[in-house]
């Protein structure tokens, strides 16, 4: 019965994996990012920070890319909770 059921899995994983090959030859994106730093240290303020990023990606093939990821955060905002 346990056997079954890994079986299941696995066929699930291969059927629905072969959506993540690369279809493009070139891909660029950008993210937006915000933390929020709250320690739980008596007497040390809580912090914002607000950064974003972005990337690019070049596909050689279906399954082989080089990707480049950049990622900066800015604007600190110190509070109080």
Not at 4 to 19: D, R, S
Not at 23 to 30: S, V
Not at 33 to 51: E, K, M, Q, R
Request: aromatic content about 16%.
């Amino acid at each position: 019965m346990k056997s079954k059921g890994i079986f299941i899995i696995l066929g699930t994983i291969l059927v629905f994996g072969t959506n993540l090959l690369a279809q493009d030859r070139f891909e660029i994106y950008g993210e937006y990012s915000y933390l929020h730093f709250s320690p739980t240290i008596t007497g040390v303020n809580a912090i914002d920070f607000n950064g974003g990023g972005g990337g690019a990606q070049l596909n050689f093939a279906k399954i082989l890319a080089i990707k480049a990821d950049f990622m900066g955060y800015g604007g600190v905002t110190f509070s109080r909770w």
